[in-house]
């Protein structure tokens, strides 16, 4: 009866190795493939991305998001700019202040009319004036002044949707209100002047408005790309406005100008306003960077969103994406 638990206990013994053999070995394992497998972790996941995210302080979110800010300052600085300009234009020519009396944006001088080659030339000239011709008629957007000399001496009212009538304001002066047969091409760039005109009112009107409010909610861009999305929308409507009224009034300027001094046998001189042109090109200017800024913020510059939903992370200070940092650490 002994023996077979003789034989139960030399079949115990080398279990009893094998485990301290496997122990052995389990304690001298080296620390180099400790090292490996730690190195070989899985990236963190996106919640605890976001528990970092959310206890960076708030001046390492301020240092993360100092290009974005930078840049929704200045597109709101560019729109109050433009909104300033835009103003100037609205209000040009609508008082006899000095000021304002030089903002039009283009200006007829009849006081010769008649060259002085004529027989008799000062007094066609003079005749002409006796009978209701002005020396001069100044034109703003909303309406034109017409004076003698220096002198303003009729100041229309603003009329919305204004457009300078040459024609009509011959008829009512010179003509008593007489009516006139005028020829069809005659006709046809009086309606194409019209036409255009009151576009270029709306236009400027709508921009003026479009960047006042633009003004004020620019800084919301640094909340998100998404933010960046609607308002780079309505910066492109707003640059759309008023580059097609710079341009429309930039183009019926000269076209005056040249019309009106093509005529040899007439003394006839008109002048651009100067003041009026640098004025809304410089607004038009100010609005195009306003929204190269807000188009450009939608697919660059880290925001707020970026940092608490996880998609960037500042580590050591410097701001990574996730899907770059996660590839560097599985490469390394």
Do not use: C, P, R
């Given at each position: 009866m002994a023996l077979p638990s003789i034989l139960h206990a030399r079949r115990r013994k080398p279990n009893n190795d094998n485990n301290g053999n496997n122990e052995k070995s389990s304690s001298t394992t080296p620390s180099s493939v400790l090292s490996k497998s730690k190195e070989q972790l899985p990236p963190p996941a996106d919640g605890q991305t976001q528990k970092q995210n959310t206890a960076l302080s708030s001046a390492d979110i301020k240092k993360a998001t100092k290009l974005r800010r930078g840049f929704a300052f200045s597109a709101s600085i560019s729109y109050l700019i433009s909104f300033v300009f835009l103003i100037l234009v609205l209000i040009g020519n609508t008082s006899n202040k000095s000021v304002l009396n030089d903002l039009y944006f283009f200006k007829l001088n009849l006081a010769d009319i008649i060259p002085t080659s004529v027989p008799n030339a000062s007094l066609i000239n003079s005749i002409a004036q006796s009978i209701g011709l002005h020396d001069f008629y100044q034109v703003g957007l909303w309406n034109f002044c017409e004076g003698y000399g220096n002198r303003n001496n009729l100041l229309f009212p603003p009329q919305t949707l204004y457009w300078f009538n040459p024609v009509e304001i011959l008829m009512n002066e010179l003509l008593s209100g007489a009516t006139i047969a005028l020829p069809t091409q005659v006709v046809t760039i009086l309606d194409v002047l019209r036409f255009t005109s009151q576009i270029m009112f709306g236009f400027f009107l709508a921009g003026t408005v479009v960047n006042f409010l633009l003004m004020l909610v620019s800084p919301l861009a640094m909340r998100s790309r998404w933010w960046s999305l609607p308002v780079a929308v309505v910066a492109f409507l707003s640059t759309l406005?008023?580059?097609?009224?710079?341009?429309?009034?930039?183009?019926?300027?000269?076209?005056?100008?040249?019309?009106?001094?093509?005529?040899?046998?007439?003394?006839?001189?008109?002048?651009?306003?100067?003041?009026?042109?640098?004025?809304?090109?410089?607004?038009?200017?100010?609005?195009l960077w306003g929204f190269v800024v807000h188009a450009g913020m939608g697919c660059c510059c880290v925001s707020r969103r970026d940092l608490r939903t996880g998609r960037r992370v500042v580590r050591n200070g410097v701001v990574q994406d996730v899907s770059s940092s996660s590839s560097s650490s599985q490469h390394s």
């Open positions: 406005f008023v580059l097609a009224a710079s341009i429309i009034a930039s183009v019926i300027s000269f076209v005056f100008k040249y019309a009106a001094e093509a005529q040899s046998d007439l003394n006839i001189h008109a002048y651009v306003g100067t003041k009026m042109l640098v004025f809304m090109w410089v607004a038009t200017g100010f609005t």
